[in-house]
T-cell receptor, first 118, second 113 residues
Framework: DTEVTQTPKHLVMGMTNKKSLKCEQH?????MYWYKQKAKKPPELMFV???????INESVPSRFSPECPNSSLLNLHLHALQPEDSALYLC?????????????????FGAGTRLSVL | KQEVTQIPAALSVPEGENLVLNCSFT??????LQWFRQDPGKGLTSLLL?????REQTSGRLNASLDKSSGRSTLYIAASQPGDSATYLC????????????FGQGTELSVKP
């Protein structure tokens, strides 16, 4: 099973709402990632968790708050978003046992959550 | 700083044609290079990963090559089919950029019946 499951598939929220995106994998992977993708553009890395600890934050605004409650689950909490935050949010995971070994492993992506901020 | 470029940005071919997608990168200090497929509005599907010590990888009708000295990778698709229509992204994993994949802009492929 190489599946990364993201919920919800679609989300519409107002600028004052608080919502969360969820990502789950059961492959025993210890590295998990959040990406943001705008139309016709490649994915942009937002956060990396390695062994449930935040290892990379690509200077993402604080209105995006990641959380990794356990090795299988990754959340992205959203608050006071702007219309320009509308995008496809992708989660990925890889085997990654240590920082350098992350590089040796394939990243498996979920289907994404299509977010619209009104 | 690593930069990845994909040419062409879009490609349209008739069904059955063999085709090559190109990916170039500026810094040869990479752990690996990965090719992905993305269907419209969907996530990324990993097609092939080539470690820095390897020259090529094959999966079915797909063959990816890596030439670190020239900073190039190619994805060869044999006997293309309409179902191959998608955007193809390559991503380099460099030594010195904090463990992040560096993506190209992608090639949008359309295979006409």
């Amino acid at each position: 099973d190489t599946e990364v499951t993201q919920t919800p598939k679609h989300l519409v929220m107002g600028m004052t709402n608080k919502k969360s995106l969820k990502c789950e994998q059961h492959m025993g992977h210890r590295a998990m990632y959040w990406y943001k993708q705008k139309a016709k553009k490649p994915p942009e890395l937002m956060f990396v968790y390695s062994y449930e600890k935040l290892s990379i934050n690509e200077s993402v605004p604080s209105r995006f708050s990641p959380e990794c409650p356990n090795s299988s689950l990754l959340n992205l909490h959203l608050h006071a978003l702007q219309p320009e935050d509308s995008a496809l949010y992708l989660c990925a995971s890889s085997q990654g046992s240590r920082d350098r070994e992350i590089a040796k492993n394939i990243q498996y992506f979920g289907a994404g959550t299509r977010l619209s901020v009104l | 700083k690593q930069e990845v470029t994909q040419i062409p940005a879009a490609l349209s071919v008739p069904e059955g044609e063999n085709l090559v997608l190109n990916c170039s990168f500026t810094d040869s200090a990479i752990y690996n290079l990965q090719w992905f497929r993305q269907d419209p509005g969907k996530g990324l599907t990993s097609l092939l990963l080539i470690q820095s010590s390897q020259r090529e990888q094959t999966s079915g009708r797909l063959n990816a090559s890596l030439d670190k000295s020239s900073g190039r990778s190619t994805l060869y698709i044999a006997a293309s089919q309409p179902g191959d229509s998608a955007t193809y992204l390559c991503a380099a994993f460099p030594y010195n950029q904090g463990g992040k994949l560096i993506f190209g802009q992608g090639t949008e492929l359309s295979v006409k019946p």
